[in-house]
Every structure is written in structure tokens, then in C-alpha cells.
């Protein structure tokens, strides 16, 4: 005997429920005790109820059985489950927004390992890198007095470790949101051939092959893209 003191919003789960009450042959029996004020009947009441129990004569606290409550409860049921099924069809479409954003990563990603150079690939990030700030801190048809110089400086400072004058260059005569962009793009090349430098330096002196010639590193015959045996080429 299953006895259940309200409805869920999912049909599907009250005849789980009743199906627990039957064991080994054994049809079994259940039994749901509900109220008008459940959470159920509240969030999508059912119209004309408040007349109906009026016609049935029915009182205060008393007990209600009939087949038009019934079939109440499910329309009401069938409202919260088309409800939920629109939540999570509106759901899947941030999941089909993330799956796009993962096949381009992916794809991105299988360039770059098959790349015989990937200097190019490089730079044009870097370069994205320089314009996606200057956008935010210079906003379009804006006079220097009105640009954002400070975070400017510190996004400068953050993603590309520069220290630049953006502040003095915004007092310039004729300046503009172009020539701070080619600037920082300009100090931002600068910085990172210093630092290719700085490294191949550092390989030389420790004795450790060209990053060139580990580039060119094949990558064990049982790795392909369909197989992952989860060797790396890094």
C-alpha cells in the first residue's frame, strides 16, 4: 500500500509511485491525499473549482472525491510539465552555444599541434588581445578627455605586462583610438620577440635542444585523433 499526502508536477513520477505498491504479482493498492491549497492546485489553479465544490454542496474541511478534481489535478499537472519542458528546450540552446564554442577551441586546437609554425596564429591573438581593451576604454566618436586611461593602463599591465603612458599619450595633439591601438600593438611585439630572445637564450645556455627542432617532434604512431591514447606532444 502506497499513500502519498500530495501530487507531484510529474505524472510520471506519481505512477513510479504506484508502481512500488505492487510486488510479486501483487497489484497492490494507492492512495493520494491532497489539499486545494497544495503548491500544485495554488501555482495553476483550475477555473470554476471555487463554483464546482459550491454545486457539490461541500463544506468546510470536508472531503472531496470526484472524478472532476481528478482530472483537475492533471491539466494542472500537464501545465507544469509543458512549462518545464520549455525550460529545458531553453536550456539545451546555451548547450548548443557552448558545443559551437567547443568545436571552434578544438578545431583551433588540432591547427596549432599540426602547425609547423604557429608564430602567426600567435600574433594575431596577441594582436585581438590589444584591440578588444581599447575598445571598452575608447568608446566610439570619444574625445581623449573622455577615455578611460587608467584602465586602459591596467589592462595593458594585465594581459599583455606593459607598462604604458596612456595617460600621456591622451594629452598628445591629434591623438586617436588608431594610433593608441598600433602603439600597444607595437610594444606588445616588442616585448614578446625580447621574450623569444630572452628564452632561446636560456635554452642555449643550458644546453637543451632548439624549441625549433622540438617542434618538429613526430607524434607516436598509436596517437591519432580518433584513437587518444592520451600521449601528449608538449
Not at 11 to 30: A, C, E, T
Not at 83 to 111: A, C, G, P, S, T
Not at 203 to 211: H, K, M, Q, S
Request: proline share 5%; aromatic share 6%; net charge negative.
Amino acid at each position: 500500500m502506497v499513500i502519498g499526502t500530495e501530487r507531484h508536477e510529474s505524472r510520471r513520477i506519481d505512477n513510479q509511485l504506484r508502481g512500488r505498491s505492487g510486488r510479486q504479482g501483487d497489484p497492490g493498492h494507492s492512495a493520494f491525499f491532497l489539499s486545494l491549497q497544495d503548491d500544485l492546485m495554488r501555482i495553476f489553479p483550475v477555473e470554476s473549482m471555487d463554483s464546482m465544490l459550491g454545486k457539490l454542496g461541500l463544506e468546510q474541511g470536508e472531503s472531496i472525491t470526484h472524478p472532476r478534481v481528478t482530472k483537475a489535478i492533471e491539466r494542472a499537472q500537464g501545465k507544469v510539465e509543458a512549462r518545464n519542458f520549455d525550460i529545458r528546450k531553453n536550456i539545451l540552446k546555451y548547450d548548443d552555444v557552448m558545443n559551437d564554442q567547443r568545436k571552434v577551441i578544438f578545431e583551433q586546437r588540432i591547427e596549432m599541434m599540426d602547425a609547423e609554425d604557429v608564430n602567426e596564429t600567435v600574433v594575431d591573438m596577441r594582436h585581438d588581445l590589444v584591440e578588444t581593451p581599447v575598445g571598452k576604454a575608447i568608446p566610439p566618436r570619444s574625445y581623449p578627455e573622455q577615455w578611460n586611461t587608467e584602465q586602459l593602463e591596467a589592462a595593458a599591465k594585465t594581459y599583455l605586462n606593459l607598462d604604458v603612458p596612456v595617460k600621456a599619450w591622451a594629452e598628445e595633439e591629434g591623438i586617436d583610438a588608431e594610433t593608441v591601438t598600433e602603439r600597444l600593438i607595437e610594444a606588445a611585439d616588442a616585448a614578446a620577440a625580447a621574450k623569444e630572445a630572452q628564452t632561446l637564450q636560456a635554452f642555449e645556455a643550458a644546453g637543451t635542444p632548439n624549441p625549433t627542432v622540438m617542434r618538429r617532434w613526430k607524434r607516436p604512431s598509436c596517437c591519432s585523433r580518433s584513437t587518444g591514447c592520451g600521449a601528449s606532444i608538449w
